[in-house]
């Protein structure tokens, strides 16, 4: 396994468009994150999915977006309406989650979407 | 409010001038620290994990330290290789993870 992928890894929209992104995680990690990154600042947590429930949703995440992670695998993030706000790296990562036996884990990160919203 | 603050913001080092890097966490019960780094355009490449006070982990030039309030990464002869934004993250009791805004390094030959 070459480690987390995502697509595209550019893109560039116009304002009101809509955009999807698309992350594959390691193949047998269970959980599955996405983060925003803006330039200077560290990853913000938008939301995350253990296997396909989506189990937490940041108070960033407005409704314009939504993610999703069918049969939990592959999972994609929508912005709808987009804005110049929108602009940013959106980081996709994913970890192996043991029971309640292994008390942290380690995500591990994909290469990043970079979108450019005009 | 969970918090993670990274210090120094930048630092400028001359190849082989050995030095530290700070992150303090103020967190509802630590259940462990993350070491990244990140060149510029790519996504955060994993470095360490530390779970408790004491612990100390170790990778070619970096050694990343723990304690109650605060994890150092040590860097011993660093090359321009070693350039990069170092990134802290701690996980606290609810799953929760907070990421420090990084400290950009620049090793000059």
């Known amino acids: 396994d070459t480690g987390v992928s995502q697509d595209p890894r550019h893109k560039i929209t116009k304002r009101g468009q809509n955009v999807t992104f698309r992350c594959d995680p390691i193949?047998?990690?269970?959980?599955l994150y996405w983060y925003r990154q803006t330039l200077g600042q560290g990853p913000e947590f938008l939301t995350y999915?253990?296997?396909?429930?989506?189990?937490?949703k940041s108070r960033l995440l407005s409704d314009r977006f939504s993610a999703e992670r069918p049969k939990g695998s592959f999972s994609t993030l929508e912005i709808q309406r987009t804005e110049q706000g929108d602009s940013a790296m959106y980081l996709c990562?994913?970890?192996?989650?043991f029971g309640t036996g292994v008390p942290q884990e380690t995500q591990y990160f994909g290469p990043g979407t970079r979108l450019l919203v005009l | 409010e969970d918090q993670v603050t990274q210090s120094p913001e930048a630092l400028r080092l001359q190849e082989g001038e050995s030095s530290s890097l700070n992150c303090s966490y103020t967190?509802?019960?630590?259940?462990?620290l993350f070491w990244y780094r990140q060149d510029p355009g790519k996504g955060p490449e994993f470095l360490f994990t530390l779970y408790s006070a004491g612990e100390e982990k170790e990778k070619e030039r970096l050694k990343a330290t723990l304690t109650k309030k605060e994890s150092f990464l040590h860097i011993t002869a660093p090359k321009p290789e070693d350039s990069a934004t170092y990134l802290c993250a701690v996980q606290d009791n609810f799953n929760k993870f907070y990421f420090g805004s990084g400290t950009k390094l620049n090793v000059k030959p």
């Open positions: 999915f253990q296997n396909e429930a989506q189990l937490e």
């Open positions: 990562a994913s970890s192996l989650m």
């Open positions: 193949s047998e990690h269970n959980r």
């Open positions: 967190v509802s019960g630590l259940r462990g």
